[in-house]
Antibody, heavy 121, light 110 residues
Framework: EVQVVDSGGGLVKPGGSLRLSCAVS????????MSWVRQAPGKGLEWIGR??????????DYAAPVRGRFTISREDSENTLYLQLNSLREEDTAVYFC????????????WGPGTLVSVSP | QSVLTQPPSTSETPGQRVTISCSGS????????VDWYQHLPGTAPKLLIY???QRPSGVPDRFSGSKSGTSASLAISGPQSEDEADYYC???????????FGTGTKVTVL
């Protein structure tokens, strides 16, 4: 069974930065495509971006609202996915979910429990 | 604002059939398959249906999906109390070059 555990959330001021981590087990992480999704308070789910496996090209795609501010990366030797959040805004306040993309283009078969990021003065 | 539109809410009594619609366009549903996710607030979302009508292992067969043109539907036959949740459709969008979720539908089982 694929296990996904996201962490690293916290309280940060506008303009600040934060790095989220995601530990993955139960699969060959080197071959895994991964995504990040968030949910702001009272809002729906929002796809943030996806990173393909290196063997799949390693391409990273981002949603427009976060492009240029957020960076997805992976450390295959540690079975870990990262999401670097820069230039944070209050509207980035959300629960962030790490997900395993089990099938193209971004079908998310396993989700982490979520980690809360709060951006406030 | 999402490019996939769903009704905000729906309710039904146990034993009846619930249908949730998802309306898109030629840049998303018209060209790509549709997935559905179930989300109980405070928990991790769960993949319910993928590739229009496929159920992952463990999903009850009372859940089914379909797609026609630029729209898709999720049906729950004989909803149970544990099916009370938010449901989201999703698909890849070529114009946005990203995966988009629908606006979400809250299902209440009376």
């Amino acid at each position: 069974e694929v296990q996904v555990v996201d962490s690293g959330g916290g309280l940060v001021k506008p303009g600040g930065s934060l790095r989220l981590s995601c530990a993955v087990s139960g699969l060959t992480f080197t071959d895994a495509w991964m995504s990040w999704v968030r949910q702001a308070p009272g809002k729906g789910l929002e796809w943030i971006g996806r990173i393909k496996s290196k063997g799949g090209g390693g391409t990273i795609d981002y949603a427009a609202p976060v492009r240029g501010r957020f960076t997805i990366s992976r450390e295959d030797s540690e079975n870990t996915l990262y999401l670097q959040l820069n230039s944070l805004r209050e509207e980035d306040t959300a629960v962030y979910f790490c997900t395993w993309v089990g099938r193209e283009p971004s079908i998310m078969f396993s989700w982490g429990p979520g980690t809360l990021v709060s951006v406030s003065p | 604002q999402s490019v996939l539109t769903q009704p905000p809410s729906t309710s039904e009594t146990p034993g009846q059939r619930v249908t949730i619609s998802c309306s898109g366009s030629n840049s998303n549903i018209g060209r790509h398959t549709v997935d559905w996710y179930q989300h109980l607030p405070g928990t991790a979302p769960k993949l319910l249906i993928y590739a229009n009508n496929q159920r992952p292992s463990g999903v009850p067969d009372r859940f089914s999906g379909s797609k026609s043109g630029t729209s898709a539907s999720l049906a729950i036959s004989g909803p149970q109390s544990e099916d009370e949740a938010d449901y989201y459709c999703a698909a890849w969008d070529d114009s946005l070059n990203g995966y988009v979720f629908g606006t979400g539908t809250k299902v209440t089982v009376l």
